[in-house]
């Protein structure tokens, strides 16, 4: 039985810490301590100090690259400097038979990865690269006895190819003298006396490592077997000596008894796990702060926050409760997903489009995304709002030179990216020379805080280094190997934040937690999908291939992944794990396996561990439907106006349909956004159609047309539709694609209407009945007295109507809908409780009618209608009033009264709430 030391319990760095001590004294200036990383190092030496007591010589604290770079006496390569250097020697044993960078970017990293592997795991690369060639030769050809087509000629070729391409970029790395990590790690396996410990390093002490490829672990044996290392990892009997635990198996398989300090910390250590369950990714958030808020704050310091989700930081980062304390920040900002890299993005793409469609201009989508760029926000004020709102208006889709320079006089504040809309770079030094400059421009504004800077610094010195790399390779200076090449310096990139590393709350990564221990833990993201994820890397060599030559699998993965999670929680008082329901793309996500394996494992072998599971109902302000608009001094002015001025159908069928999207769009006057349709939207649609019908019918008001007169509009009908599309569009947007089959569509409507007109005529003539147009397109309007409504002031109604006819002496307010309406959707009384209906159909025609009354022919009976275009047949539908036998005034005076109780709830209600069931809000976001 192990049993557990008080070093032990308090942590690893802690027991190593007293052994170095115990070992070297107090001066350990001759002492390398190699860790898996920085953070831990810095752990360590607090460690350090408390077990001294007193200030002391600090010993080196490096990371096993360090001391590969180290014992190399070298620099190695960064990754992107990998790629390009592997591309250089792509083109130099292929010629001119080689894809470009941006086809070479999407298997190269695969490419790297492979030959990185091939290195570290100490394989013969010409038996490996020879047998992927004949395998992928039997796969696809062997047995097919007819002769290959070029493109499997190619095929074949690109396997053919791997071998020598590996070859030259070793020889390439030679010739320049900086290595990839791979190769350095397996030069210095092969040959020892290449390894150089500095002479002031007496001794190594390397901690906590995992994952260890061959040659890595190669050359840390032979530094023990040298007697100028120490080993040392941590370790649980739980997951050590169960031969099925993946946590275990680096240990097992690579490790010495002697090299490991064991503890039995989950059988004598009991831990509390809670999970919790949030419904969205953000609410896991709004868990994590209020399980932070739970915590007291002399806890804070032995308690750390894991995200594997690093879109969680700042939400989280954000919720965090203000008790006073540090907080240390382990994970840095992705500079890929600051403002100004994503502005730099929208450039690049703006660019690559325009050279490639120079024949027809920006696309406006491409200038919008640019414009609308939050980094753009200082600068460019409303004007960003004001552009998009001048697209709209013109239906400008494509800008023409012509369009841009009418934009750059309008709005002088786009003249700082003049050059990236107007200018043809034959040299994209210059196009980086540009954003060099658009960042000093923004470095150089008042409202720049720190981070903003520090982000827009390193951005500049990204755009040096890319022209440095123009400089060396030539054949990139185009816009999509810009785009590459950027993506790959800014993938590793992270703005840290600065703070107390030792103080406060702990906010990591799953990296950093190696070597470091916490009473309490929180994973936030604890899903399958991010917790672990997909550790599969993509490869160019079969999993049997890589099997047979012990390249690194899947599973040795999640075995580094295992151990690193076990040994986390092994000292652990209290472990959470934050879920979703869903995940960002709303697709349903699983708990993480580690979870699952805790309930079925762990907790059978020692039940002292308990696991409850909680889902979480409602954080704070988890529920939008909570939402509400207060019925203020200032909103009941406004309906007071509004009611002054006149409501119309729309207004008050969209507070009854939802009170709160009627404040947000009538009270507060948001409008609707500015969208800019490349095509025929449906709000275009009905306009065009009624417009259409308006020219036709307009020299007929006070008439009507003849059979001939219609028949003659049915055979130009296209003209007509036409001639009103043109004042939106060009003739050629009409000729193409989805435009010219809504084109096609509204003629067919205006077809049919015309042919019911034909009808209809027809029929009136037999019946010698009379039809006259009264109006087209007639704004109406009238009151509700102060008698009728009870309130102290009248309800103006307002509306147009898209025409109004004299049939014989009854006059007809109709409504012409391109969409489908039915009959049953008409009846004024609903016909179980007698009551006045408010669906917005039966809304718009009663208005029509109270408006119609107070018109100069009003005291005829009035009858208003729809025509429904994809319901024609149905012809004029007018309101069912059912079997209630009420005289016009009486309906007037019911409809009165309905309006006036809507407008008086409207008034006195105390808020403006969302109301359930509503599907089409335009700004409640259901």
């Known amino acids: 039985m192990y049993r557990i030391t008080e070093a032990d319990m308090n942590g690893f760095l802690k027991d190593i810490a007293r052994q170095i001590v115990e070992k070297h004294g107090t001066d350990l200036r001759s002492v390398a301590i190699v860790l898996p990383g920085k953070r831990a190092g810095l752990f360590l030496k607090k460690e350090l100090y ?54 070479f970017s999407t298997w190269a990293p695969q490419a790297l990865q492979d030959f990185g592997d091939v290195e570290q795991s100490l394989v013969q690369p010409d038996s490996l690269f020879r047998d992927l060639r004949d395998i992928k030769e039997i796969e696809n050809w062997s047995f097919n006895q007819s002769p290959l087509s070029s493109s499997q ?104 008894a002697n090299d490991r300090i064991t503890g039995n910390f989950f059988e004598e250590l009991p831990k509390s796990i809670h999970v919790y369950q949030s419904s969205t990714g953000y609410g896991q958030a709004l868990v994590a702060a209020e399980l932070i808020e739970a915590i007291p704050i002399n806890e804070i310091e032995d308690t750390a926050i894991i995200i594997s989700d690093s879109s969680l930081l700042l939400p989280i980062l954000q919720n965090l409760p203000d008790k006073g304390h540090a907080v240390n920040i382990a994970l840095g900002l992705s500079l890929k997903n600051t403002p100004v ?96 400059t658009m960042l000093e421009v923004f470095l150089n504004q008042e409202t720049t805080d720190t981070f903003d800077s520090e982000c827009l610094i390193r951005m500049q010195e990204l755009l040096f280094e890319m022209k440095l790399i123009l400089q060396e390779l030539p054949e990139l200076n185009q816009i999509r190997s810009l785009q590459v090449i950027l993506q790959h310096l800014i993938s590793k990139e992270n703005i840290t934040f600065k703070g107390e590393p030792l103080e406060g709350l702990q906010v990591l990564n799953m ?73 960002s793309d709303f697709k349903g996500s699983e708990q993480s396996r580690y979870i699952t394996q805790l309930e079925l494992e762990l907790c059978q072998m020692y039940p002292q561990n308990k696991i409850e599971h909680i889902r979480v109902e409602s954080f704070k302000d988890t529920h939008p439907a909570s939402i509400r608009a207060m019925n203020d001094s200032f909103s009941k002015e406004r309906l007071q106006q509004m009611i002054s001025s006149g409501l119309s159908p729309s207004a008050i069928n969209k507070y009854i349909q939802c009170p709160l999207d009627f404040y947000y769009r009538y009270i507060l006057q948001l409008g609707e956004e500015e969208g800019i349709d ?164 039966v809304i718009q025609l009663l208005m029509y009618m109270h408006m119609a009354s107070k018109h100069s022919l009003g005291d005829r009976a009035i009858r208003p209608a729809i025509f429904s275009m994809k319901n024609y047949k149905s012809g004029w539908m007018e309101l069912d009033f059912g079997d209630n036998d009420l005289s016009q005034s009486e309906v007037l005076s019911l409809f009165e009264k309905k309006i006036s109780d809507i407008v008086r709830d409207m008034l006195e209600c105390n808020s403006f709430e969302h109301k359930s069931g509503s599907l089409y809000c335009e700004y409640c976001n259901r």
């Open 50 to 103: 408390q077990h001294i007591g007193t200030s002391f010589f600090s010993p080196q604290i490096w990371t096993l690259p360090d001391l590969i770079k180290t014992l190399a006496n070298a620099h190695t390569l960064s990754q992107t400097e990998q790629m390009l250097m592997l591309y250089k020697s792509y083109i130099s044993i292929l010629s001119d038979a080689h894809d470009n960078f941006e086809t």
């Open 678 to 841: 490349e095509g025929i939207d449906h709000a275009l649609f009905g306009s065009v159609v009624h417009e259409t019908l308006e020219v036709f019918f307009t020299p007929f008001v006070s008439s009507f047309p003849t059979i001939e007169e219609l028949e003659e509009f049915r055979n130009h009908a296209e003209d007509y539709l036409l001639l009103v599309f043109k004042k939106y569009f060009n003739g050629e947007d009409l000729q193409f694609g989805e435009n010219k089959l809504q084109v096609s569509l509204a003629l067919q409507m205006l077809h049919q209407i015309i042919a019911f007109e034909i009808d209809a005529l027809k029929k009136r003539k037999s019946n010698n009945e009379s039809l006259k147009i009264i109006a087209l397109e007639e704004s109406l309007k009238s009151e509700i007295p102060t008698e009728a409504s009870g309130l102290p002031f009248p309800i103006v109604l307002r509306g147009k109507t898209d025409r109004i006819d004299l049939l014989n002496d009854t006059l007809r307010i109709l409504d012409y809908k391109t969409g489908r309406v039915k009959e049953n959707e008409l009846s004024v009384f609903n016909a179980k409780t007698g009551q006045m209906n408010t669906n917005g159909k």
């Open 153 to 256: 000629n190619e095929y074949l070729h690109f396997w053919n190819r791997l071998g020598p391409l590996y070859s030259a970029f070793q020889e390439a790395q030679q010739q320049k003298g900086k290595y990839s990590y791979a190769r350095l790690c397996h030069i210095l396996s092969k040959d020892v006396a290449l390894r150089k410990i500095p002479q002031e390093i007496s001794h190594l002490w390397i901690c906590g490592l995992s994952g260890l490829s061959i040659a890595e672990k190669k050359i840390i044996d032979q530094l023990k077997e040298a007697k100028m290392a120490t080993l040392r990892w941590d370790a649980d009997r739980y997951y050590l000596e169960n031969k099925q635990h993946e946590a275990g198996e680096f240990l097992r398989k690579l490790t010495s």
């Open 341 to 436: 890299m994503n502005l730099i993005r929208s450039l690049a793409i703006l660019e690559h489009h325009r050279m490639s469609k120079q024949d027809k201009g920006i696309y406006y989508r491409f200038l919008l995304k640019v414009i609308e760029q939050p980094a753009l926000k200082s600068l460019m004020g409303s004007s960003a709002r004001q552009i998009r709102k001048t697209i709209a208006k013109n239906r400008w889709i494509y800008f023409q030179t012509k369009h841009i320079e009418h934009l750059l006089e309008d709005f002088p504040e786009l003249n700082f990216l003049r050059s990236f809309l107007t200018k043809s770079f034959d040299d994209y030094n210059e196009w980086l020379d540009e954003l060099s």
């Open 511 to 583: 990296v950093e937690t190696r070597a470091l221990d916490f009473s309490n833990i929180i994973f936030v993201g604890a899903n399958e999908d991010q917790f672990p994820g997909n550790l599969m890397d993509q490869s160019l060599i079969p999993f049997d291939l890589r099997a047979y030559y012990k390249l690194p699998l899947v599973f040795d993965k999640e075995i580094s992944y295992g151990y690193t999670f076990y040994r986390a929680i092994q000292r652990a008082k209290k472990v959470s794990f934050v879920t979703s329901a869903i995940t």
